[in-house]
């Protein structure tokens, strides 16, 4: 059986703050998506809609397409006065928002941008969690994304609730059916950085509502993020695996680099890795 074509993407952010430098890039390395996070340090869920659609404008004449807001939503405490154990990467506060509706803003600004996908997480991560605290936010997430018909895609994170792809899995598991535009972002570097790879159960629960996956690699031992292929997760096992179980016909392949010390290059050499590791799977990027 063929697998899923892999619509590459790259997250906006990871190869430099400004629009010229992703634009550039994509041209360089015949990308045609950019998954968008933050333009010149500033969040887009921190922007007013007047400047999200200047971006939108911006991609859209440089033929580039954005399949998903790569939102900060619910990467924030759930209790008042909680606080994340460690750093949180491209942390938010909710605050920054020009509006008092920071869901109902998110979803405008995905519209603007084209986008038919926005991701969110599970809250920083506390103690007593249990799947079943998120439902109230997520029956809103849902009304919202019905409203503008856009997917969901909630992210394993590791300074959230829901950091290995066990704890996502336990969430899709323990719930009641999910809705259909709420999906599980599996992120096997995510998982692999908690020293939790993926079991086959987990791969298999998850797998036939995937439609969005993130991409990085790790030097276990050194415990840092590098390119896509430099590292010690097992891609193309994990790939192949993952993919095997996915029944949507593509998926978006998103290459999330996380070296900011040599952004634009390192995720150079992911795209390049990606392309490799596509081809000794078989499986076809679009």
């Not at 605050?95 to 405008?108: G, R």
């Not at 009641?176 to 791969?203: C, F, H, T």
């Amino acid at each position: 059986m063929a697998l899923p074509r892999l619509a590459l993407a790259v997250i906006g952010d990871e190869i430099g703050p400004s629009l010229a430098e992703m634009i550039s890039f994509c041209t360089e390395q015949d990308v045609r998506r950019l998954d968008m996070r933050t333009v010149g340090g500033r969040n887009l869920l921190a922007m007013t809609l007047d400047e999200v659609a200047a971006i939108a404008r911006t991609l859209k004449s440089a033929g580039i397409e954005v399949p998903t807001f790569v939102s900060p939503l619910l990467k924030w405490p759930a209790i008042d006065g909680a606080s994340a154990a460690g750093p949180v990467d491209f942390a938010f506060d909710p605050k920054q928002c020009p509006q008092k509706d920071v869901l109902a803003h998110a979803f405008d600004i995905a519209t603007a941008l084209g986008a038919s996908r926005i991701r969110v997480f599970s809250h920083l991560r506390h103690p007593g969690f249990a799947p079943r605290d998120l439902l109230g936010t997520f029956d809103r997430l849902m009304e919202l994304a019905a409203r503008h018909d856009i997917i969901v895609e909630l992210e394993n994170e590791p300074v959230c609730n829901l950091g290995s792809i066990a704890e996502l899995a336990r969430f899709f598991r323990e719930l009641p059916p999910p809705a259909a535009r709420l999906r599980p972002l599996v992120d096997i570097g995510n998982s692999y950085a908690m020293a939790a790879p993926p079991a086959e159960a987990d791969i298999a629960l998850l797998a036939p509502r995937v439609d969005l996956i993130h991409l990085k690699d790790r030097d276990i031992a050194a415990r840092r993020t590098v390119s896509l292929g430099d590292g010690n997760v097992p891609w193309v096992k994990e790939l192949r695996r993952l993919l095997a179980g996915v029944e949507a016909s593509e998926v978006v392949a998103s290459i999330e680099t996380h070296c900011p010390a040599d952004g634009r290059n390192a995720t150079a050499r992911s795209v390049q890795g990606l392309r490799r590791i596509a081809g000794e799977i078989g499986a076809e990027i679009v």
